[in-house]
Every structure is written in C-alpha cells, then in structure tokens.
T-cell receptor
C-alpha cells in the first residue's frame, strides 16, 4: 500500500518557539493532505485540509495564523505550529487520500511536547 | 461535523475470545471504514464497507452495517495479544470524502 511519512516523530520545544512538521507521500502524489490532532485517549480531530498550490482549508475553531500549512509540492505538506504553548502539546497526524479517495493513508504521527 | 459514537470505550478480553465493537452515527453515509491504531502510532486501514453493503469479511475481521439503525460493528474473532490497539470507525457523507472519526474503542487482549 501507499506510504506516508512524517518528520519528526517526536519533538520537545520551549514555549514560544515554532515547530515544523513534515508530511510526505513517498510513492504517490497527493494534491490533498489532511492534518489531524489527537489528544490522549481521544479520537482524531480534523484541523485542516492542505491543498497543493492553494490555501489550506481550516476547520472551525482552528487558528490559521497559529497552524500554518504549506503544500509546496505534490508529495509534501508542512504544518508549522507557531509560538507553541503547552496546550498545543498533542499528537499530530497527517493523511493523504487514496486514488479513488475512499480511504486514507496515514502518517505515523508526530508527538509534540511544549514545555 | 458530528463525531460518531463507539462502544464500548474500552474492552478487555482473553486471547482466543471474540471482540465486538460498535459504532453509531447520525447522518446518511457513503462509506464507513474501520481503522486500527497502535499506541502512539498512525492509523492503519482495516476494512471499508459501502452504504449498500451489509457485511464484509477480511481474515479474522467481520464488519456489519445497518443503515436503518445507523450503526456498524467490528468483530475480531479468535483474538490475539497482538490485536491490542485502539479501533476507530470513520464515515463520510454527502459530497465530502473527508471522514469523520468515532471516539474509538481501546481493546486489550491478555495473553
């Protein structure tokens, strides 16, 4: 099956710094990618839809200036958490839809801890 | 979008037993899928069932869909310790293929 990678897998940063998370589709092209956030023992909450060559679409309640998304190529989307605070600590997961868009291929996730 | 409900939230069984997890939703759906997540990892797609299907099998997995009750179930037969994970249903509806995830069931299979 298709493979989606994320980097880094784990990051610890100080409050106020910015953190960039990369999501790559390794063996297929993805004009659309999705970014999710997952708190401990909870479900995935969609944050935004990343669109190659155009602006991301953010879900209600997600600050676009805080969570910057850039989909620079057909295989790479990045999520930058700007001025991170402890409440931003979470598990961030990206996904890309399959060719027929019926299923999603998920990255392994990035654990962010803001001190 | 409204999150789906899953029950039970947690399930603890012995190896060899069957595990059944249920998912309910509130809208008309196109497809419903089940995913598995090992602790601290990404999601792995298990099985997809379309709205016009009632049952699907894949190995030890059996998924049913009852659109009249707006519910689906995932049955894992002859469970193994390696089945320990969280299981999520996800469905898409209307013109959107973006899935809405259920709350998940945490399954622990004791060896």
């Amino acid at each position: 099956g298709a493979v989606v990678s994320q980097h880094p897998s784990r990051v610890i940063c100080k409050s106020g710094t910015s953190v960039k998370i990369e999501c790559r589709s390794l063996d297929f092209q993805a004009t659309t990618m999705f970014w999710y956030r997952q708190f401990p023992k909870q479900s995935l909450m969609l944050m935004a839809t990343s669109n190659e060559g155009s602006k991301a679409t953010y879900e209600q309640g997600v600050e676009k200036d805080k969570f910057l998304i850039n989909h620079a190529s057909l295989t790479l989307s990045t999520l930058t958490v700007t001025s991170a605070h402890p409440e931003d600590s979470s598990f961030y997961i990206c996904s890309a839809p399959s060719g027929n868009q019926e299923t999603q291929y998920f990255g392994p996730g990035t654990r962010l801890l803001v001190l | 979008s409204q999150q789906g409900e899953e029950d039970p939230q947690a399930l603890s069984i012995q190896e060899g037993e069957n595990a059944t997890m249920n998912c309910s939703y509130k809208t008309s759906i196109n497809n419903l899928q089940w995913y598995r997540q090992n602790s601290g990892r990404g999601l792995v797609h298990l099985i997809l069932i379309r709205s016009n299907e009632r049952e699907k099998h894949s190995g030890r997995l059996r998924v049913t869909l009852d659109t009249s009750k707006k519910s689906s179930s995932l049955l894992i037969t002859a469970s193994r310790a390696a089945d320990t994970a969280s299981y999520f249903c996800a469905y898409d509806s209307g013109g959107s293929y973006i899935p809405t995830f259920g709350r998940g069931t945490s399954l622990i299979v004791h060896p």
